[in-house]
């Protein structure tokens, strides 16, 4: 059973930083795709950021220069470092994993970028 847990969600101003990290059972993060997605209230969830087993990343272009996808293996942990947030960056973040041919999905936690 593939479990990933989020955290680190919060208020913050605009301009300022946060840190998610997404936890995962077993060797899940270490040597799988992990991404980070988000969903604004009243929209489709959108894709975010993507680190490969081998350690490469892209990002969407909204996020490009400010956010960075990392991973600790010893931790099997998977990070998302937001830099000069932005009100439109305000949604819920989601970790996911892709293992054994299938899709996992954390819970989700809540970022909120006031102006």
């Known amino acids: 059973q593939v479990q990933l847990v989020e955290s680190g969600g919060g208020l913050v101003q605009a301009g300022g930083s946060l840190r998610l990290s997404c936890a995962a059972s077993?060797?899940?993060?270490?040597?799988?795709?992990m991404s980070w997605y988000r969903q604004a209230p009243g929209q489709q969830r959108e894709w975010v950021a993507t680190i490969t087993p081998g350690g490469n990343t892209n990002y969407v272009d909204s996020v490009k220069g400010r956010f960075t996808i990392s991973r600790d293996n010893a931790k099997d942990t998977v990070y998302l470092q937001m830099s000069s947030l932005k009100p439109e960056d305000t949604a819920v973040y989601y970790c996911?994993?892709?293992?054994?041919?299938?899709?996992?999905w954390g819970q989700g936690t809540q970022v909120t970028v006031s102006s």
């Open positions: 077993g060797s899940i993060a270490s040597s799988n795709f």
């Open positions: 996911r994993a892709f293992w054994d041919a299938k899709y996992y």
